[in-house]
């Protein structure tokens, strides 16, 4: 079986889960990407589902990014790690509701999912696509709020800002590549019974 782990803060918890369920992994070195044996590699986390959905069998992402992804991937569990949400948030001292941001500027990573929430409620933004520290957008004015994760609300204090609406709540989820899920099914179902027996008995 062929693992793909995300890179960032995702990483630590998802190697102890897969030890821990009796996995040996052995992980890549230095500025490799696959271990020796091939069975590992490591992506960035919004390209996670990608790999599973074309051919990797197994991956660990979180619901964010596999929703922003749209990947057709089999979700076999939720995991007990990457607890956080999406939400809105923009200046404590310019505060408004989402309703109210007809002809806002929003900064995000996830523009498919922000698309969605806006467009929903009727409400019209210009979205602006970054690929990290998004609260750096609206420090500088370029956007007016954003659409960004937001864990212990540490990050949104540390920049002035104040969530305004949640989007969804997220957790890392175990992917299995849909065709590996039907030819490799005793394999896979086997790793899922023991990493939910791990989950269990923490
Ligand atoms: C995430 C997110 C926020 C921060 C939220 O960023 O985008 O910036 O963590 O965490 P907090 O609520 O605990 O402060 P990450 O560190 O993953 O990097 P990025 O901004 O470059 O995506």
Do not use: W
């Not at 922003?68 to 956080?84: Q, T």
């Not at 929903?120 to 609260?135: A, M, P, Q, Y």
Request: overall charge neutral; glycine content about 8%; aromatic content about 4%.
């Amino acid at each position: 079986m062929r693992f793909v782990l995300p890179k960032g803060r995702l990483f630590k918890p998802s190697v102890e889960l897969l030890r821990k369920a009796g996995i040996e992994l052995s992980l890549p070195e230095g500025r490799a990407l696959t271990s020796k044996d091939g069975k590992v590699s490591i992506a960035r986390a919004l390209d996670v589902p990608v790999y599973v959905e074309h051919g990797i069998d197994v991956g660990i992402a979180g619901s964010d990014v596999v929703e922003e992804r749209g990947s057709d991937v089999f979700i076999p569990l939720e995991l007990p790690f990457g607890k956080c949400r999406l939400s809105v948030a923009l200046p404590s001292d310019k505060r408004v509701e989402p309703e109210g941001m007809d002809g806002y500027r929003v900064a995000t990573k996830f523009p498919q999912i922000a698309r969605r929430y806006f467009s929903e409620r009727g409400i019209d933004v210009e979205l602006i696509k970054l690929h990290g520290s998004v609260e750096l957008a609206v420090k500088t004015g370029i956007a007016d709020a954003i659409v960004d994760i937001v864990e212990t609300g540490k990050t949104l204090r540390a920049n002035g800002l104040v969530e305004v609406g949640k989007i969804m709540n997220i957790s890392a989820l175990l992917l299995v590549n849909r065709v590996s899920q039907k030819v490799k099914f005793e394999e896979i179902n086997e790793l899922v019974m023991t990493i939910r027996g791990v989950i269990d008995e923490a």
